[in-house]
């Protein structure tokens, strides 16, 4: 097989995850941040520090590498769009310009009959005024944001007069649902009706931040079903090539709502390193490189839980694990509050 340089746009956990799992497959890997000290550049062969709009560091970037991928979907599309031109992108570019956007994402959701929680674009402040059946309910900007950024719980209209909301962003305002528990369906894209399917995890979140993740997810099977036939649904529309990760809401009365899509390998699947045969990670590089499809082999059941900020400081100091756990540190250079600095995987 000739040598394969992987470019991966985006250099945080995801992206050293995935360089990992390159090297296991003999692929050398590239990446590309628009941060100096990105943690993917201890993990990758090669590393491009540039903006997203350097049109000479990326043309560099380019040229080092056979076909692109990436860790994270706020790339500006017209970036992914022009790179795709020159070497491949994939996921394809378009499906990134559709997921940036949420109200566009639950309008494509909704047009496959498979059910989103309710929800309504918002232009203006008085918009929401008029709309109190929808609250509870949480706003959140159409563009951007991740791990609870760009979104606000609102209880009640006068909860608006607290927050300094710019409208010419454009938000959605999404009913709250009487939340039961969230689970998230991660599925590899090899090609048409080709798929490898990891079972539904089931997750909590604290501060709208991953905080535990586990496998099997205490589930119905009728949930089990459903989730997993809407996230090979939605796959197999966007005609998806890797690994894809979608979040559902299950409500009280046994309802399965989808939250997001998020097109690259997700927070919640990092369990899938130690519990299968093939990780999300070695899958979405195989996808993307059109490498042997392997079957999925669940190998123990497992929980993960996030070490976010300073929590990982204990673990840095010759802390002892039991052989079921896995520490995984992502290097980070400095500890922010809310910043996800590594993760531990117990096997159960």
Avoid at 34 to 44: K, R
Avoid at 252 to 279: C, D, F, K, Q
Wanted: glycine share 4%; aromatic share 10%; with cysteine.
């Amino acid at each position: 097989m000739p040598e394969i340089n992987l470019g991966i746009i985006g250099g945080g956990q995801l992206g050293s995850l995935l360089s990992v799992a390159a090297k296991k497959l003999n692929i050398k890997t590239t990446i590309y941040s628009d941060d100096e000290d990105a943690p993917a550049q201890n993990f990758s062969d090669y590393f491009v520090f540039g903006n997203y709009n350097d049109k000479e560091k990326i043309l560099e970037f380019i040229n080092k590498v056979d076909l692109i991928t990436y860790e994270f979907e706020n790339i500006p599309f017209d970036t992914l769009n022009e790179i795709n031109k020159l070497k491949k992108v994939l996921p394809k570019p378009s499906v990134n310009r559709l997921i940036q956007h949420r109200l566009a994402e639950k309008d494509f959701v909704n047009k496959l009959n498979i059910r989103t929680t309710r929800y309504v674009s918002i232009e203006k402040k008085s918009d929401i005024e008029t709309l109190e059946d929808f609250l509870p309910g949480i706003l959140k900007t159409t563009t951007m944001g991740y791990d609870g950024k760009g979104q606000y719980p609102i209880k009640k209209i006068t909860d608006l007069d607290n927050l300094n909301l710019d409208f010419s962003k454009g938000y959605v305002l999404e009913k709250l649902v009487k939340l039961k528990k969230e689970i998230s369906v991660i599925v590899t894209r090899f090609g048409n009706n080709n798929y490898e399917i990891y079972e539904p995890i089931e997750n909590t979140h604290q501060d709208q931040i991953l905080n535990h993740s586990k496998i099997p997810a205490e589930i119905s099977k009728k949930i089990l079903d459903q989730s997993t036939e809407w996230a090979t649904t939605i796959a197999e529309e966007l005609k998806y090539i890797g690994t894809l990760c979608v979040e559902f809401f299950i409500d009280r009365n046994e309802n399965l709502y989808v939250n997001e899509i998020a097109p690259r390998v997700h927070n919640s699947g990092h369990l899938t390193i130690n519990a299968y045969n093939v990780s999300q990670f070695e899958n979405h590089v195989r996808a993307v490189c059109s490498l042997e499809k392997i079957p999925l082999k669940k190998l123990s059941n497992a929980k993960m839980i996030n070490l976010i900020g300073n929590q990982i400081e204990p673990y840095r100091q010759n802390f002892q694990f039991k052989d079921n756990e896995f520490f995984f540190d992502y290097l980070k250079k400095k500890i922010k509050e809310k910043r996800k600095m590594g993760h531990i995987t117990t096997l159960i």
